[in-house]
């Protein structure tokens, strides 16, 4: 009679523990399908961590280039003659012929050029989330070295499928970018244009 009963038992043990699994697997659905502890959306907890929502900060890649030329001259010529001959009258009568006759020339030319290269991390925070899903970004970031202060000023909108799963953007990708670059200091200072360029961009 025991090693009835045993054999028993050994047959069903086996059995409830498969019960016991089948029954952990559909809690588990069910609770994925009513709702979980993430959403879609936001992708897996672990490896996902791209913004998505106002507040959400995401990394820009900045790598920007620009060059930029001017070049403004001119060319004037002037000639003048005059010519006065023996009048009449008391004074005028002694007086010779006399003539004069000149030209002036003024040529000037001018030029500018510039180019430079922005290459940087900046961390943006998402401002907006447009009706399509596009998010709207902003950030900014100073730094000051010694005497000298620079701002980085960065915004657009951005898509999410543009987003790395680093949670990274190139800012190539930015729509409607606006990337400013200001510096106050004596670097900035001497970087100026002269007071020859300025009247130059003034006249042309």
Not at 117 to 135: E, K, S
């Amino acid at each position: 009679m025991t090693e009835g009963v045993m054999t028993m038992t050994r047959r069903v043990l086996p059995l409830l523990t498969i019960a016991a699994l089948l029954c952990a697997a559909a809690n588990t659905v069910l609770a994925q399908r009513s709702g979980s502890l993430w959403r879609d959306e936001r992708g897996s907890l672990f490896t996902d961590l791209r913004a998505m929502k106002a507040g959400d900060t995401v990394t820009v890649l900045v790598m920007e280039s620009s060059i930029a030329s001017q070049k403004a001259s001119t060319d004037l010529k002037r000639d003048s003659n005059f010519k006065v001959g023996p009048g009449g009258g008391f004074l005028f009568k002694n007086i010779g012929e006399m003539s004069y006759g000149g030209s002036s020339t003024s040529k000037g030319e001018g030029s500018t050029s510039r180019s430079s290269n922005l290459i940087t991390r900046l961390t943006a925070t998402v401002t907006d989330v447009l009706p399509n899903g596009n998010l709207v970004i902003q950030g900014e970031r100073e730094i000051r070295t010694n005497e000298e202060n620079q701002i980085i000023r960065l915004s657009g909108v951005i898509r999410p499928s543009d987003v790395s799963p680093d949670n990274t953007v190139s800012s190539t990708l930015i729509a409607d970018a606006k990337i400013e670059l200001t510096g106050k200091g004596p670097i900035a200072q001497r970087q100026r244009e002269g007071i020859l360029t300025q009247l130059i961009r003034l006249l042309f």
